[in-house]
């Protein structure tokens, strides 16, 4: 959809272990935000990126940072996941004037 | 972005239409109104989204009143299809660095 990837699709990891999920994007847009969602939490955001290497903080960042050395990926890292990690990330792309546009998610699980 | 409130859930019988309400009481002249819907497992889709005039497009019609401080969507006749996790949020469309805070949603279920 959109033309967003997001790889792995579904991973288990043992806490402790160091988690880096992919977006990719074949748009071209500017902004890339990776959210994360739980049962009776909704959508959070994590972190979001307005242009390469231009990134910021959202509403959940700690445990995690990213980077964006390429218009078209987005890279979500857990240095040292735990287990109120366990969660669904989504990706999301914006154009400038245009809504966001999601990925399929990645169902991380960390034993 | 604006804060904005929606019941929790909401049924509908399939073939009726679904007017899915959204408080926004605190919404900036610059804010527009987005909707999106999450069906189960699936990232949220965009549905459509407007500033001030009414807006349909071949998902839906959004009705925004007067002083912008409430709107509704429709689903003109809903089908089981239709069942998912409907968000309204509210955000400046042009900020340099737009990000957009969802709440819980209300979750719609169309009934046979």
């Known amino acids: 959809d959109a033309g967003i990837t997001q790889s792995p699709r579904h991973k288990v990891t043992e806490t402790g272990t160091p988690v880096t999920l992919r977006c990719h994007q074949t748009?071209?847009?500017?902004?890339m935000y990776w959210y994360r969602q739980d049962p009776g939490h909704g959508l959070r955001l994590i972190h979001y990126s307005y242009g390469v290497k231009d990134t910021d903080k959202g509403e959940v960042s700690d445990g995690y940072s990213v980077s964006r050395s390429k218009t078209e990926d987005f890279l979500l890292t857990l240095e040292s996941a735990t287990s109120s990690q366990t969660s669904v990330y989504f990706c999301?792309?914006?154009?400038?004037?245009?809504?966001?546009?999601f990925g399929n998610g990645t169902r991380l699980t960390v034993t | 972005d604006a804060k904005t409130t929606q019941p929790p859930s909401m049924d509908c019988a399939e073939g009726r239409a679904a007017n899915l309400p959204c408080n926004h009481s605190t919404i900036s002249g610059n804010e527009y109104v987005y909707w999106y819907r999450q069906i189960h497992s699936q990232g949220p889709q965009y549905i459509i989204h407007g500033l001030k005039n009414n807006e349909t497009n071949e998902m839906a019609s959004l009705i925004i009143t007067e002083d912008r401080k409430s709107s509704t969507l429709i689903l003109p006749h809903a089908t089981l299809r239709d069942t998912a996790v409907y968000y309204c949020i509210v955000r400046v469309a042009n900020t340099n660095a737009g990000k957009s805070t969802f709440g819980d949603g209300t979750t719609l279920t169309v009934k046979p």
């Open positions: 748009e071209n847009h500017r902004y």
């Open positions: 999301a792309i914006r154009g400038h004037n245009s809504p966001l546009h």
